[in-house]
């Protein structure tokens, strides 16, 4: 089967499980602002979609893009990384 185009993957720590089978994950990233050139750090969260609950809150984890679940779940847990 032949993918139709690449697939973003994020890398962030979960911060909240109280949902079944659903997480919440935190994502930082650093860019540098135009004008000042100063490093910002901007944070953004993404419910993602874990089918069998394994994920504790501060568990390091891949998230990849999906077919939206719900209204604001649109991502599934790759792998979990610690």
Partial sequence: MEQRGKRKELLGIVVDTKMDKT????????????KYRKYI????HYLAHDPLNRCQVGTKVRIIES??????KRWKVL????
């Fill in 23 to 34: 997480i919440k994950v935190l994502v930082e990233r650093f860019a540098k602002h135009k």
């Fill in 67 to 72: 077919r939206p679940m719900s209204k604001l």
């Fill in 79 to 82: 792998e979990v990384l610690e």
């Fill in 41 to 44: 750090r901007y944070r953004s």
